[in-house]
Nanobody, 114 residues
Framework: VQLQASGGGSVHDGDSLRLSCAAS????????MGWFRQAPGKEREFVAV????????DYADSVKGRFTISRDTRKTTIDLQMNSLKPEDTAVYYC????????WGQGTQVTVSS
């Protein structure tokens, strides 16, 4: 399985960004994909998850109402629309299979300045 996250950048408080994850090599038994993030000096944390079959999504409380996860089952891509960004959203963002993570890769850096 190969996962490539992209779309990060440096923005200001209140701005928006859209992250995209290109996934290849996923098996048909895969249930869900998620976005995770790791801020400097902190452990990696859950951000959002989406069921591959149903499209049902769930979010960390810290991003609920601001972030939206979506997937394209044909292109095997997973997007994360991030609105109303805050400085505390600054982190490296990763996508991965939820519950059965593969190699995390480099992720994509999101920096939000006040």
């Amino acid at each position: 399985v190969q996962l490539q996250a992209s779309g990060g950048g440096s923005v200001h408080d209140g701005d928006s960004l859209r992250l995209s994850c290109a996934a290849s090599g996923l098996t048909t038994s895969m249930n869900a994909m998620g976005w995770f993030r790791q801020a400097p000096g902190k452990e990696r944390e859950f951000v959002a998850v989406i069921s591959w079959r149903s499209g049902r999504a769930d979010y960390a409380d810290s991003v609920k109402g601001r972030f939206t996860i979506s997937r394209d089952t044909r292109k095997t891509t997973i997007d994360l629309q991030m609105n109303s960004l805050k400085p505390e959203d600054t982190a490296v963002y990763y996508c991965n299979e939820y519950g059965e993570p593969h190699d995390w890769g480099q992720g994509t850096q999101v920096t939000v300045s006040s």
